[in-house]
T-cell receptor, first 115, second 114 residues
Framework: AQSVTQLGSHVSVSEGALVLLRCNYS??????LFWYVQYPNQGLQLLLKYTTGATLVKGINGFEAEFKKSETSFHLTKPSAHMSDAAEYFCAVRPASGGSYIPTFGRGTSLIVHP | DTAVSQTPKYLVTQMGNDKSIKCEQNLGHDTMYWYKQDSKKFLKIMFS???????INETVPNRFSPKSPDKAHLNLHINSLELGDSAVYFC?????????????FGDGTRLSIL
């Protein structure tokens, strides 16, 4: 079984500041990891995913995430926040092989960006 | 062009009624999903279809019945609606048999039970 913990249900940053959204996972087998973004009144959009290969993954809108196996983490970062980044962010995990290929989602982190 | 479209966007109805939500994707994807998002934004998979065949059927009451007439459509019918069914329901799709999970989501159907 796998699970995801997103630390902090809300993260508040100033425009131009570094964005760091934390995600730790639990999986008995190597994982695939995902970050999704949900803007108000919309569905989720896939920001980026890690499957195999390079552990630093670049996504859309300037976001990136690094898979750290030793820390069981997949934190999402962006060097400089824009007002348009304000949204809900979801981390998700699924096993790379075996079991269900349906990702398990975290509870989400709401990113608030102040002018 | 909308990749994954759901109708209706809002659905307000009374307890005990039967309702349907429709979903269509124009991406040529072979896998479609239904998710339920509760008031605390927790997302839970309900069903997954691959090429019109049911792949995943999570612990969902029998009152929920998905139907996939072709691989571009996945509809959700709900019988005898209950207060606890109030939520946002998302349809999603992905390619390659869902190997890397849902890639595109619709904008959701906000279901409110009175």
């Amino acid at each position: 079984a796998q699970s995801v913990t997103q630390l902090g249900s809300h993260v508040s940053v100033s425009e131009g500041a570094l964005v760091l959204l934390r995600c730790n996972y639990s999986s008995s087998v190597p994982p695939y990891l995902f970050w999704y973004v949900q803007y108000p009144n919309q569905g989720l959009q896939l920001l980026l995913k890690y499957t195999t290969g390079a552990t630093l993954v670049k996504g859309i809108n300037g976001f990136e995430a690094e898979f750290k196996k030793s820390e069981t983490s997949f934190h999402l970062t962006k060097p400089s926040a824009h007002m348009s980044d304000a949204a809900e962010y979801f981390c998700a995990v699924r096993p790379a092989s075996g079991g269900s290929y349906i990702p398990t989602f975290g509870r989400g982190t709401s990113l608030i960006v102040h002018p | 062009d909308t990749a994954v479209s759901q109708t209706p966007k809002y659905l307000v109805t009374q307890m005990g009624n039967d309702k349907s939500i429709k979903c269509e994707q124009n991406l040529g994807h072979d896998t479609m999903y239904w998710y339920k998002q509760d008031s605390k934004k927790f997302l839970k998979i309900m069903f997954s279809y691959n090429n019109k065949e049911l792949i995943i059927n999570e612990t969902v009451p029998n009152r929920f019945s998905p139907k996939s007439p072709d691989k571009a459509h996945l509809n959700l019918h709900i019988n005898s609606l209950e207060l606890g069914d109030s939520a946002v329901y998302f349809c999603a799709s992905s390619q390659d048999g869902g190997e890397v999970g849902p890639q595109h989501f619709g904008d959701g159907t906000r279901l409110s039970i009175l």
